[in-house]
């Protein structure tokens, strides 16, 4: 259901805009489909419908079940026609020529759809359901996708690497209100409440904005679990809490933040001090982000940061860059340094690496590098985030694979010493600019003092 606000605010020109640049570049005939809600336990109970990243791109509206088709002059926007019982079950539905009016675009029922010529390109929405429509539309299979498929994602990728006006626009909306959540989420924490209340706190901030998610939150005191979606935990005395949420704005552009914090509003000697070691790598990799600057070169920076930091407390031993070259810093930061941010939380990530790493590029096979989602050279309104972390997971420190690779560069003696650290992430989103990099959610505090003046407050 498009609410009758989105449909008054809705900016024609932006997306007329976007799709002639995607014309510009794109001769083909092109279908982007919105997708479909997906069921939640029964069809009449679905999940919030969340449309397609490249169609919401193109036309702005979540429209369930639309097919954008685009050839050359003549673009049309297919939609479900309201049903007769629309209106009893969902409100007010825009007719086709509300729609019409709204977009600037000629818009027909799906029932006329007109068939597409053997070559057409597609943009595949999630979702088996909507895939076989697509797929029957195209009269084709859909996998392996084609070269005009592959023409048409390039192209795609393209304009949405550089982020428009617009779209900085809503990064920004997205940025304040992931922020808002996070002091949100310290402010409620104190000994004793539940991971669940804290997350409440912070998801409730985004929904008083009219905003969601981007992604699933991650609020929990197991913080070195790198994607733990469990709020089941409570904050005891001495915990660090981890917070990786961000804000989904209406026309559905991400931000992505993390902070640590300590529980009782104070951090030990030990989280200080890694603390400060991923704050320092944080800070250091930030201003790296500069136009022409190789994103991996970026991210073995903040690998060599941390490193460094780890020989200074102990816990490593050796020479940086070969703990580095070798990948023992992995042992305690094994994921990437970031990612691009978009409209997905990971931006086009639908499309794999080939969004992700510039032609010629290939994913390192080494654990840590491996996981880098990004290995592209900045250019000016690219966002990315930069999030550095140390972690201790339990079943990395014992693995065999990655004691031979460390040989006796960790010193699991002193490491013993910080066992009140599970898991460290500072995460803010960073939009390269010609000059300096500008740090969207730069409101929300990440110094110890500060943070920890946050926490209950
Ligand atoms: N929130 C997911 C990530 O940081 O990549
Ligand atoms: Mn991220
Ligand atoms: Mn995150």
Redesign the pocket.
């Given at each position: 259901m498009i609410d009758a606000d989105a449909l008054r605010a809705h900016d024609a020109s932006l997306f007329a805009a976007r799709r002639a640049r995607l014309l510009a570049t794109f001769a083909g005939e092109a279908l982007i489909p919105a997708g479909v809600p997906f069921p939640k336990n029964y069809p009449a109970n679905p999940f919030p419908f969340r449309a397609s990243s490249h169609f919401l791109y193109l036309v702005g509206l979540p429209l369930p079940g639309a097919q954008l088709v685009l050839r050359g002059d003549d673009t049309t926007l297919y939609v479900e026609a309201p049903a007769a019982d629309d209106e009893l079950w969902h409100g007010p539905t825009p007719s086709l020529d509300d729609l019409a009016r709204v977009t600037g675009l000629r818009v027909a029922p799906l029932d006329a759809f007109a068939p597409l010529s053997p070559d057409a390109a597609v943009l595949l929405p999630q979702g088996e359901r909507a895939r076989v429509t697509a797929a029957g539309l195209l009269r084709r299979e859909i996998t392996p996708p084609t070269d005009e498929d592959l023409a048409l994602q390039d192209a795609m990728i393209a304009l949405r690497l550089v982020h428009d006006a617009g779209a900085i626009a809503e990064l920004r909306r997205a940025a304040e209100a992931t922020v808002a959540a996070h002091r949100a989420g310290m402010a409620a924490t104190r000994v004793g409440v539940t991971e669940f209340a804290i997350a409440a706190a912070m998801e409730g901030e985004l929904m008083r904005r009219g905003m969601s998610t981007s992604?699933g939150s991650?609020v929990s005191v197991r913080g070195e679990i790198l994607h733990n979606h469990s709020h089941a935990g409570t904050a005891k005395e001495g915990d660090l809490l981890l917070a990786?949420v961000?804000a989904e704005t209406g026309l559905g552009f991400a931000g992505?933040v993390?902070r640590t914090w300590p529980v009782s509003g104070r951090f030990d000697g030990p989280q200080r001090a890694l603390y400060e070691v991923v704050l320092a790598a944080q800070k250091d990799t930030i201003a790296r982000c500069t136009a022409g600057t190789r994103y991996r070169d970026v991210h073995l920076a903040a690998c060599r940061a941390i490193a460094e930091g780890l020989v200074g407390l102990g816990i490593l031993r050796g020479d940086v860059d070969e703990l580095v070259a070798d990948g023992v810093h992995a042992t305690f930061f094994p994921h990437g340094i970031g990612?691009l941010l978009g409209l997905d939380?990971?931006d086009m990530e639908d499309l794999g690496d080939r969004a992700g790493y510039a032609a010629g590029r290939e994913r390192s096979t080494q654990f840590g590098l491996g996981y880098l989602r990004l290995d592209r050279d900045l250019q000016p309104g690219m966002a990315v985030?930069i999030?550095p972390g140390f972690y201790a997971v339990p079943a990395i420190l014992r693995d065999p694979e990655r004691r031979r690779v460390a040989k006796d560069r960790i010193d699991f003696a002193t490491l013993e010493a910080f066992a009140s650290v599970r898991g460290i992430r500072i995460?803010d989103d960073v939009l390269v600019t010609d000059g300096a990099p500008e740090v969207l959610t730069a409101a929300l505090p990440k110094d110890a003092a500060a943070i920890e003046a946050c926490v209950g407050a």
């Open positions: 992604y991650i990786d961000g992505d993390t990612h939380v990971h985030t999030e995460e």
